[in-house]
């Protein structure tokens, strides 16, 4: 008998279960696949064939790596690498969050004014990152209704608002409804520094640089990131969920894999257990799911539990994932870089990349992240949305293929001849293979509609839901998107608190 049960051992959940067991708490986690790590997952295709399947690195935030003590239970090293732009002149921009000679020199051969900037702008890029973490950990109101025990909370972010001094103060809320494009124009000339930066802001978003809302984004992506390439953790990203499973086995808690929630019972509006695929049914006085909110609260719950609103409102829920990823096995001899590797070459190009996803159509020529492991490279693909307007993914998985080697060979001209597999991932697999709903890997698009207090919903934003002691803990709740564990240390304060 558990007291808690969490649906789903994605990293979120993980972190949850850990705070919950830490305090004390009987939790039994339940994790429809046969591996735990939800899209933080490395796999093995075939023998040989192994790669990070869809997440090509991160680290989860400082506090939550200290707080679970995941060190002592194996969490590795993880390392900043740089961002590498690769031009189809051959000339390359390698940019790092510190402002060392090998940055400045790299930025200079395109702009020597840029490369003064350069220090600048990652100083400002650090406060905003810092603020919007801040953010992030502050529980949001439920407004209109704003009592006193949330308002502290609010003066204390607003005060460090106020501590960035009154420029950078005005930046940052300026930065968030801006477009990447306008954010970095305000602080550079070249227009390949300022794709690589616009190319930081889409990563994973379903927004090109133009749009309104990707300068939220790209302080978004900086601070998970902590900086403009990723952070790679020694043997994948899969080590971050085998240690939060080695802390919570520690702790007393227990995962069952390969165990499919099919509903999450109610009675009078409250929460009473599941019922698994198998018709299994578990009770507990609480459940947390870390799957994202549509597939919880109308699949899981059904809309006949619900408030009409509620339920109008969760429909309304903007997922559009428009994500691919490429991996090649390769003889070793690929020739790319190390580092977090973009071929977005000018803002123009990265904007008529997402312009295609706005007509329902895969890029042709898309906006691309290209990672090493040893003869491994993984192609993160944008735009393919999940929604073709002419097509279906079932007849499109080799043109995604060709596009994705093809504009990645141009680039890299060793990489045509190395390749000896291909595995591809296209958004209809995101969504059967992941569970994400329509492959949105955030549970919910990162707009300015739907962050903060309006993450997953508007006057939704505490993990509650209208169910009593039924509480949502994943990415797609206030604090999530990315890796960073926030949403579920997040959640799991309010379910201790309550
Ligand atoms: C291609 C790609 C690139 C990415 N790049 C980055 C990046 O650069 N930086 C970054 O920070 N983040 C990135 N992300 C996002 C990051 O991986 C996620 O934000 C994070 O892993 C989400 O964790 P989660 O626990 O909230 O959800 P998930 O990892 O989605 O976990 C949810 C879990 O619930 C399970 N589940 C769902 N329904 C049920 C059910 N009914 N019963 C039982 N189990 C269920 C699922 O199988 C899954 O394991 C990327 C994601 C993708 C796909």
Same mark, same amino acid.
């Given at each position: 008998m558990a007291d808690i049960i969490i649906i789903g051992a994605g990293l979120n959940s993980l972190v949850a279960a850990n705070y919950l067991a830490k305090a004390g708490k009987q939790v039994l986690l339940l994790e429809?696949?046969?591996? $735990?790590?939800?899209?933080?997952v490395t796999e093995t295709f075939k023998p040989g064939f192994t790669a990070d $399947?869809?997440?090509a690195g991160g680290q989860l935030r400082p506090d939550i790596i200290s707080d679970l003590d995941l060190a002592r239970h194996g969490l590795p090293e993880s390392r900043s690498e740089p961002l590498i732009s690769l031009l189809p002149d051959g000339r390359q921009l390698r940019l790092t969050a510190d402002t060392e000679e090998v940055t400045l020199a790299s930025i200079r051969a395109f702009s020597a004014k840029d490369a003064e900037r350069w220090p600048a702008f990652v100083a400002f890029m650090r406060e905003a990152a810092s603020f919007l973490d801040a953010a992030y950990r502050t529980p949001m109101p439920r407004l209109p209704h704003v009592s006193m025990s949330e308002g502290l909370p609010l003066a204390q972010l607003g005060l460090k608002l106020r501590g960035l001094g009154a420029r950078d103060m005005f930046r940052v809320i300026r930065a968030l409804p801006m477009s990447a494009l306008e954010l970095t124009e305000e602080w550079f000339e070249s227009d390949v520094l300022r794709a690589a930066i616009g190319a930081v802001a889409i990563h994973g978003a379903t927004l090109g640089p133009m749009s309104a809302g990707s300068g939220y984004t790209l302080l978004h992506n900086w601070l998970n990131r902590g900086g403009p390439g990723h952070r790679r953790v020694a043997g994948g990203v899969g080590r971050i969920a085998e240690a939060l499973v080695a802390a919570l086995k520690a702790r007393g808690g227990q995962v069952r894999t390969e165990t499919e929630v099919a509903t999450i019972l109610t009675d009078d509006q409250r929460v009473q257990g599941v019922r698994l695929a198998s018709g299994e049914e578990i009770r507990a006085a609480i459940v947390i799911s870390g799957a994202d909110p549509r597939h919880t609260l109308l699949d899981l719950v059904g809309a006949p539990e619900l408030p009409p609103e509620f339920v109008w409102h969760t429909q309304s829920i903007k997922m559009r994932g428009a994500v691919a990823k490429v991996h090649l096995l390769t003889d070793g001899n690929h020739g790319l870089p190390d580092g977090t590797v973009v071929i977005a070459p000018s803002v123009r190009y990265v904007e008529r990349a997402y312009d295609a996803a706005k007509y329902g159509q895969m890029s042709t020529a898309p906006y691309l992240e290209a990672t090493a492991d040893g003869p491994v490279v993984s192609l993160h693909f944008q735009? $393919?949305?999940? $929604?073709?307007r002419d097509s279906e993914w079932g007849q499109e998985r080799s043109v995604l293929e060709r596009v994705a080697i093809d504009t990645a060979a141009s680039a890299l001209p060793q990489l045509k001849a190395s390749i000896r597999e291909v595995k591809s991932l296209t958004p209809l697999d995101l969504e059967q293979t992941y569970g994400l709903t329509e492959g949105d890997l955030n549970h919910g698009q990162l707009i300015l509609d739907q962050m903060f207090f309006m993450r997953p919903m508007p006057g939704w934003s505490t993990h509650k839901t209208p169910i009593d002691n039924l509480y949502l803990c994943g990415n797609g709740v206030h604090g999530g998107g990315g890796l960073s564990g926030a949403s579920g240390r997040n959640a799991a304060a309010a379910v201790l608190k309550a």
């Amino acid at each position: 008998m558990a007291d808690i049960i969490i649906i789903g051992a994605g990293l979120n959940s993980l972190v949850a279960a850990n705070y919950l067991a830490k305090a004390g708490k009987q939790v039994l986690l339940l994790e429809r696949r046969a591996i $735990a790590g939800g899209q933080a997952v490395t796999e093995t295709f075939k023998p040989g064939f192994t790669a990070d $399947a869809l997440h090509a690195g991160g680290q989860l935030r400082p506090d939550i790596i200290s707080d679970l003590d995941l060190a002592r239970h194996g969490l590795p090293e993880s390392r900043s690498e740089p961002l590498i732009s690769l031009l189809p002149d051959g000339r390359q921009l390698r940019l790092t969050a510190d402002t060392e000679e090998v940055t400045l020199a790299s930025i200079r051969a395109f702009s020597a004014k840029d490369a003064e900037r350069w220090p600048a702008f990652v100083a400002f890029m650090r406060e905003a990152a810092s603020f919007l973490d801040a953010a992030y950990r502050t529980p949001m109101p439920r407004l209109p209704h704003v009592s006193m025990s949330e308002g502290l909370p609010l003066a204390q972010l607003g005060l460090k608002l106020r501590g960035l001094g009154a420029r950078d103060m005005f930046r940052v809320i300026r930065a968030l409804p801006m477009s990447a494009l306008e954010l970095t124009e305000e602080w550079f000339e070249s227009d390949v520094l300022r794709a690589a930066i616009g190319a930081v802001a889409i990563h994973g978003a379903t927004l090109g640089p133009m749009s309104a809302g990707s300068g939220y984004t790209l302080l978004h992506n900086w601070l998970n990131r902590g900086g403009p390439g990723h952070r790679r953790v020694a043997g994948g990203v899969g080590r971050i969920a085998e240690a939060l499973v080695a802390a919570l086995k520690a702790r007393g808690g227990q995962v069952r894999t390969e165990t499919e929630v099919a509903t999450i019972l109610t009675d009078d509006q409250r929460v009473q257990g599941v019922r698994l695929a198998s018709g299994e049914e578990i009770r507990a006085a609480i459940v947390i799911s870390g799957a994202d909110p549509r597939h919880t609260l109308l699949d899981l719950v059904g809309a006949p539990e619900l408030p009409p609103e509620f339920v109008w409102h969760t429909q309304s829920i903007k997922m559009r994932g428009a994500v691919a990823k490429v991996h090649l096995l390769t003889d070793g001899n690929h020739g790319l870089p190390d580092g977090t590797v973009v071929i977005a070459p000018s803002v123009r190009y990265v904007e008529r990349a997402y312009d295609a996803a706005k007509y329902g159509q895969m890029s042709t020529a898309p906006y691309l992240e290209a990672t090493a492991d040893g003869p491994v490279v993984s192609l993160h693909f944008q735009f $393919a949305p999940y $929604a073709l307007r002419d097509s279906e993914w079932g007849q499109e998985r080799s043109v995604l293929e060709r596009v994705a080697i093809d504009t990645a060979a141009s680039a890299l001209p060793q990489l045509k001849a190395s390749i000896r597999e291909v595995k591809s991932l296209t958004p209809l697999d995101l969504e059967q293979t992941y569970g994400l709903t329509e492959g949105d890997l955030n549970h919910g698009q990162l707009i300015l509609d739907q962050m903060f207090f309006m993450r997953p919903m508007p006057g939704w934003s505490t993990h509650k839901t209208p169910i009593d002691n039924l509480y949502l803990c994943g990415n797609g709740v206030h604090g999530g998107g990315g890796l960073s564990g926030a949403s579920g240390r997040n959640a799991a304060a309010a379910v201790l608190k309550a």
